[in-house]
């Protein structure tokens, strides 16, 4: 049975360092002293050789990740991938990277919407929330062309850790909060939530979304690049979203929070997700001023809205 994952506790790793004991006072020999000496050298040496050598091997996932055939075999992988993240010694690799397929578990609820508008493909990052049919994107996506056309079949895509397209789903329907009065074109308000003809089969796991506290926090970003014909790999982010004002100082931008995330390669839409509780607290919504957006009213409403329709439906079925 598939489930939203549970906020678990950050798992962290430790890496024991040999330590040398204090040096003895005695009334040994000058030469016995050396010896002992040169030996404590060369265990401490040893021992803080093997500790690189094992934190080596945790930045690369080759010792420290659990072996997950199933995600249901571990609970906290979600959380471990992100300390296992803040290992690495090189902050390039940990600012944008590929996922990984043992991460594919935690975000197979991240997944690609495309249109087709004037006869060319429109895609952004979509996820799902709280049911396996209920997804959260742009707004934008769902908009008119210059022309007027009206943005035509439209799916959401699920794809594995090849880049294959392992579902593609109809939309039903999408309630943009763009079409609401006074909120066209307002950044803050660039938000859709799309309902999918039928629960996805691949997503095992969504993701819970919460009110962000406003406050910095270090966060992961996880998402597509927009033309997915070119590349469809799933790539993730780190880094940090900042506060609206900080030492008198404004970091807001568009209506929304800015953040320092690398997403030159993220398609607007994807979840941002804070690393400390593994709660989504807002969605990329801008990539030429790296613009989160964050849950309003009108968003919590419309997802709850959907969520009892679908408890409706299932108790008259």
């Known amino acids: 049975m598939r489930t939203s994952q549970a906020s678990e506790p950050v798992v962290t790793m430790r890496v024991k360092l040999a330590s040398l004991p204090s040096a003895s006072n005695s009334g040994s020999s000058a030469v016995k002293l050396a010896l ?14 093997r500790a690189h050598a094992d934190l080596a091997l945790c930045g690369k996932g080759n010792r420290c990740a659990p072996d997950l055939s199933s995600p249901a075999e571990s609970q906290h992988f979600f959380r471990f991938s992100m300390a296992h993240d803040l290992a690495t010694p090189h902050e390039t690799s940990l600012r944008r990277s590929e996922v990984t397929s043992k991460d594919y578990a935690s975000f ?8 087709m508008v004037d006869g060319r493909q429109r895609t952004s990052t979509a996820f799902l929330v709280g049911a396996f049919d209920i997804g959260v994107t742009v707004a ?16 959401y895509n699920s794809i594995d850790s090849l880049g294959q397209v392992r579902e593609r789903i109809p939309v039903s329907y999408v ?5 609401e009065a006074g909120a066209a074109g307002q950044i803050s308000k660039d938000f859709a939530v799309v309902r999918l003809s039928q629960p996805s089969r691949y997503a095992q796991r969504t993701m819970p979304l919460g009110r ?19 590349d469809s790999i799933k790539r993730k982010a780190r880094g940090t979203v900042y506060e609206r004002r900080a030492n008198s100082i404004v970091h807001s931008s568009a209506g929304g929070f800015t953040h320092d ?10 979840p941002v997700i804070d690393e400390t509780t ?10 030429t001023r790296n613009t989160m957006i964050t849950m309003d009213d009108w968003l919590e409403t419309t997802i709850k809205s959907e969520m009892q329709q679908e408890h409706r439906e299932a108790r008259a079925n």
């Open 36 to 49: 002992v000496t040169g030996a404590l050298a060369a265990l401490a040496l040893m021992g803080t050789e």
């Open 108 to 115: 197979s609820g991240v997944g690609v919407i495309s249109c």
């Open 140 to 155: 934008h996506t769902f908009q008119k062309s210059a022309s007027g056309a009206e943005p035509a079949d439209c799916t």
């Open 175 to 179: 309630k943009s909060q763009w079409d």
């Open 212 to 230: 962000f506290s406003g406050a910095a926090a270090s966060v992961v970003m996880v998402g597509y690049k927009t033309d997915i014909d070119a």
């Open 261 to 270: 995330l690398d997403s030159r390669d993220i398609a607007p839409g994807a």
């Open 278 to 287: 593994g709660v989504i607290i807002g969605m990329h919504a801008q990539s």
